[in-house]
């Protein structure tokens, strides 16, 4: 039982992370394109649009759940997710600043810094079992 709900879970990161890496890899690219000039009709080709998607995809399906498993055990999923993306997007724009050959790295940078910052700023009651619902419960 427990195996089969820790495969459920990292099924379901796989998949968010999937998603949310696949948007977040159109984003920069389209940032990356939008600065450079012109780039918006290179974007709407719907190639370049699904190559990059699926680039994110597969680093998102990768990065997330290690991350999520590794390092974010105890942080809300919403925060995971969220975090890690702007972390991500963070990166990416800071490594594209000047001549725009480190947006990969700093995406990665980003995203590795989002989930360590995340890691340490988890409260401990969060680490706790029905630490959500200690408020509402009577103290033992």
């Known amino acids: 039982m427990r195996i089969a709900r820790i495969a459920a879970v990292t099924a379901g990161l796989v998949v968010v992370g999937a998603?949310?890496?696949g948007v977040v890899g159109v984003?920069?690219?389209?940032?990356l394109l939008g600065s450079a000039g012109g780039?918006?009709?290179l974007l709407l080709n719907l190639e370049t649009v699904l190559f990059i998607g699926a680039y994110g995809a597969a680093m998102g399906a990768v990065l997330g759940p290690?991350?999520?498993w590794l390092l974010m055990r105890h942080v809300p999923l919403w925060k995971a997710i969220g975090g890690t993306a702007l972390?991500?997007?963070?990166g990416?724009?800071?490594?594209?600043?000047?001549d725009g050959a480190m947006g990969?790295?700093?995406a990665l940078l980003g995203f590795g810094a989002a989930a360590v910052y995340l890691r340490f700023r988890s409260p401990r009651e969060n680490r706790r079992i029905?630490?959500?619902?200690?408020r509402f419960l009577p103290r033992v």
């Open 87 to 90: 972390g991500t997007l963070a």
């Open 19 to 21: 998603l949310v890496g």
């Open 130 to 134: 029905g630490a959500p619902f200690a």
């Open 92 to 98: 990416s724009v800071l490594g594209l600043v000047g």
């Open 66 to 68: 290690l991350a999520a």
């Open 27 to 31: 984003l920069v690219t389209g940032m």
């Open 39 to 41: 780039g918006l009709a």
């Open 104 to 106: 990969f790295p700093g």
